[in-house]
């Protein structure tokens, strides 16, 4: 029983976590939350994005997501 709990509860965060990567959260804290909280996975969906308030915005070369008002991607390294 203690083992289906813990799966359970490492389902929940992965896709908690996969969800705030990709609208641009903290994905290790929402990791933690959804395994300890699961009904958090429907807040997640819920939320806008960062990119929607002008906070943050996909690098053109690598399309990850970078602060708005940078210059340069910290993944590539290309200059925005």
């Given at each position: 029983?203690?083992?289906?709990?813990?799966?359970?509860?490492?389902?929940?965060?992965?896709?908690?976590?996969?969800?705030?990567?990709?609208?641009?959260?903290?994905?290790?804290?929402?990791?933690?939350?959804?395994?300890?909280?699961?009904?958090?996975?429907?807040?997640?969906?819920?939320?806008?994005?960062?990119?929607?308030?002008?906070?943050?915005?996909?690098?053109?070369?690598?399309?990850?997501?970078i602060?708005?008002?940078?210059?340069?991607?910290?993944?590539?390294?290309?200059?925005?």
């Amino acid at each position: 029983m203690i083992i289906f709990g813990l799966i359970f509860a490492l389902v929940f965060g992965y896709v908690g976590s996969s969800l705030a990567k990709y609208k641009g959260r903290n994905h290790v804290l929402w990791f933690i939350l959804c395994a300890l909280f699961p009904l958090l996975v429907v807040a997640i969906l819920l939320l806008p994005s960062f990119e929607a308030f002008g906070i943050t915005k996909k690098c053109p070369h690598c399309a990850e997501i970078i602060k708005a008002d940078a210059t340069f991607c910290k993944h590539c390294g290309m200059g925005i």
